[in-house]
């Protein structure tokens, strides 16, 4: 797919054009996409200054493909004896579910499905929902907490059941979970990377995992029988770094103790290492880059080949580099969620205040690469 460099925002019917810079933001760990875009005071084929407010129903589309789809948030304007200059911020309509406080009848459900939790909070904003994953079984009981905004509530149900939320550009809302199947274009370093960026961080990492939990008991098992444990290691920590969990469900046929600790290493170290790819352009050979996309990446300097994900998307356009796209990428078990796990501190890590968050053998040799040509 061709990139044509061309950014337009609708606002009340009317298409509007002439950018200088546009920045737009998207990714898997938000639940709203977000853009600036930055413009003359008139349009050359507009005799008029834009009639653009606060509050205005927004599509920004980037390519004839939209990218946000909501609300005008602020306009600011400069000027001077030169030149007049706008600046137009907006989200997603999502963004409401994240700035505004959960209300529900009496704040409580009985034996209802994660679907009808979600679409009962979101329906006095007009946002479409769409689920394409399986949200697990009914809750025995879900209540709202006090002062807690929607999307803190629905991502709190999301967790028991490994469900995502995130925005699907179009002004709805998505239940999904990591993508699992590759797209066909390939990111090379060489050929169609501009710059590549690598972090590697272990600052929530550990040397030795354990969890406590409990199993199931009956009449003749009890106490301490049934109480269990459960360990894991991460051989990248040299010195001494112990982190002990206490489960959050009882272990049974479907959560073991140590899926559960398995899992709290395995996601720390996809969520330590992140690799940002500049590449020309808004779009690959099928059309726009998307977050919650399985791209192989080949960059031999960074001993990086194998498949990541795209975490989180940055579109661009400015003077200097025309149209580009920054991708952050992610091992994809930094999203490998496990029904029943919530309100941990690495969730809270994972999402983020403002509700937004390279296979283990590959993060590792990456580590040693680093180390050893330092």
């Known amino acids: 797919m061709a990139d044509t460099g061309i950014a337009e925002l609708k606002i009340g019917g009317t298409s509007y054009g002439g950018w200088t810079d546009v920045t737009v933001e998207a990714g898997i760990e938000q639940i709203s996409g977000a853009f600036k875009v930055g413009v003359t005071d008139r349009w050359a084929d507009q005799p008029v200054a834009r009639p653009i407010r606060p509050d205005s129903a927004v599509q920004l589309l980037l390519d004839g493909d939209p990218v946000v789809t909501g609300w005008v948030d602020e306009v600011n304007t400069d000027a ?24 529900y009848k009496t704040g409580q459900w009985r034996g209802v499905t994660l679907e009808r939790i979600v679409r009962d909070l979101v329906a006095p904003y ?94 003749n098992v009890y106490g301490k029988a049934v109480r269990g444990y459960a360990s894991a290691t991460d051989s990248a920590l040299t010195r001494y770094r112990p982190l002990i969990i206490l489960s959050e469900k009882q272990a049974g046929q479907d959560f073991s ?56 998307i940055r579109y661009l356009l400015n003077e200097r580099t025309g149209t580009t796209s920054e991708l952050e990428l992610a091992d994809p078990r930094a999203f490998a969620l496990l029904s029943g796990v919530s309100g941990t501190s690495l969730n809270r890590a994972i999402r983020g205040a403002d509700g937004v968050e390279v296979r283990r053998r590959n993060v590792a040799n990456i580590g040693r690469h680093k180390r050893s040509s330092q």
């Open 80 to 103: 001077d004896d030169r030149s007049h200059s706008m600046q137009i911020d907006g989200r997603d309509r999502t963004c409401d579910l994240v700035d505004c406080s959960a209300i």
């Open 126 to 219: 007009d946002i479409t929902v769409t689920v394409n994953a399986d949200v697990g079984a009914t809750f025995p009981s879900f209540n709202l907490q006090e002062g807690e905004t929607v999307f803190q509530a629905m991502d709190r149900a999301a967790r028991m059941r490994a469900v995502l939320l995130t925005s699907d550009s179009n002004g709805g809302l998505l239940l999904t979970r990591a993508a699992n199947a590759p797209i066909a274009t390939r990111l090379v370093f060489g050929e169609n990377i501009k710059k590549i960026a690598y972090r590697e961080s272990l600052k929530e990492r550990f040397s030795e995992y354990r969890v406590k939990g409990q199993g199931k008991g009956n009449m």
């Open 257 to 312: 103790l140590q899926q559960r600790i398995d899992w709290e290493r395995d996601v720390r170290i996809g969520r330590g290492t992140r690799v940002t790819i500049t590449v020309q352009g808004w779009s690959h050979a099928d059309g726009l880059w998307r977050p919650n996309t399985l791209v192989s990446v080949q960059a031999p300097e960074f001993d990086i080949s194998d498949q990541l994900l795209i975490a989180k």
